[in-house]
């Protein structure tokens, strides 16, 4: 079903778009959720918490794409899920790849420096830098928290391999957010 339909449908109330979206959107909803907390229950939770966010924020909200709003959506409610389990613990699930980021992103001062707007959007056109398969690899490891393991085999790569390759992309990130003064 495309955006508009969806949009519209919500715009519209019409219950059976809940169910729409769950089939347009809810397995990688629910992947991206499991990736961060590590629980099957967590995660479902997490797919039914973005539909009703959806829900209450269209209308008056009209994203455009869709995909992206619901995706974030979903990543943001999980990100706070397991920031209120882990107050003071750690998940290596999600953790670790966060922890390979730190190297090539400014340290503290960063915040009294420059929003996180600005390091999004520098991040945005760094990837449009990179080949079509090291954006999808960046992404699905960053943001989605997609594991090596998972990675390299659909890429048909060794772990090792995909782990070197990522540690390249993530120099190369470091000495473009330096190039644009985002890291000093």
């Known amino acids: 079903m495309e955006d508009y339909t969806l949009l519209n449908m919500l715009?519209?109330?019409?219950?059976?778009?809940?169910?729409?979206?769950?089939?347009?959107?809810?397995?990688?909803?629910?992947?991206?959720a499991y990736n961060i907390l590590g629980s099957?229950?967590?995660?479902?939770?997490?797919v039914n918490d973005a539909l009703l966010a959806l829900w209450n924020a269209i209308p008056p909200a009209r994203p455009d794409p869709l995909e992206g709003y619901v995706q974030r959506t979903g990543r943001n409610i999980a990100l706070k899920k397991l920031r209120h389990q882990t107050a003071q613990k750690r998940n290596d699930r999600y953790d670790t790849a966060l922890e390979e980021l730190y190297g090539c992103l400014p340290g503290e001062q960063f915040e009294d420096r420059v929003n996180a707007r600005l390091l999004g959007q520098a991040i945005d056109r760094f990837l449009d830098t990179l080949p079509k398969t090291g954006r999808i690899l960046f992404v699905r490891r960053y943001w989605y928290g997609d594991c090596v393991r998972e990675l390299a085999k659909e890429f048909g790569m060794t772990e090792n391999a995909l782990t070197v390759r990522l540690s390249r992309i993530r120099s190369q990130l470091r000495d473009y957010l330096i190039k644009e003064e985002l890291f000093l």
């Open 11 to 32: 715009f519209n109330r019409q219950d059976s778009v809940l169910q729409a979206l769950l089939d347009r959107f809810g397995k990688r909803l629910y992947r991206t």
């Open 40 to 46: 099957k229950e967590d995660a479902d939770e997490v």
